[in-house]
């Protein structure tokens, strides 16, 4: 069973920064793409920041380019999302997500979710 359980949001100032960790089981990760995406209250979610387990290549969207950073850790199966010089607009819930091989911009490409984890800034 596949299972991928974020952690580390919570309520920050503008500015500041924060962590995101997302614990991987139940799969084979060099085999995966893991993405971050976020959703804030009546918007869709988007894309954030995506990186390729096998070879560490990453993408990142255009809104977070130079203030975020996604890296992982082999040997704990944990992809992490390392948000510097956050925005009152970084608000939303993060959620982390696996597909097979390659990097996807849009969420319906992956086939696994975890249950998200709440961002807030404040301003």
């Known amino acids: 069973q596949v299972q991928l359980v974020e952690s580390g949001g919570g309520l920050v100032q503008v500015g500041g920064s924060l962590r995101l960790s997302c614990a991987a089981s139940g799969l084979t990760v060099r085999r995966y793409a893991m993405g971050w995406f976020r959703q804030a209250p009546g918007k869709e979610r988007e894309f954030v920041a995506a990186?390729?387990?096998?070879?560490?290549?990453?993408t990142y969207g255009d809104s977070v380019k130079g203030r975020f950073t996604i890296s992982r850790d082999n040997a704990k199966n944990t992809v992490y999302l390392q948000m510097n010089s956050l925005k009152p607009e970084d608000t939303a819930v993060y959620y982390c997500?696996?597909?097979?091989?390659?990097?996807?911009?849009?969420?319906?490409?992956?086939?696994?979710w975890g249950q998200g984890t709440q961002v807030t800034v404040s301003s």
């Open positions: 997500a696996a597909r097979l091989a390659t990097i996807q911009v849009v969420a319906g490409a992956y086939d696994y």
């Open positions: 990186i390729v387990w096998r070879d560490g290549s990453t």
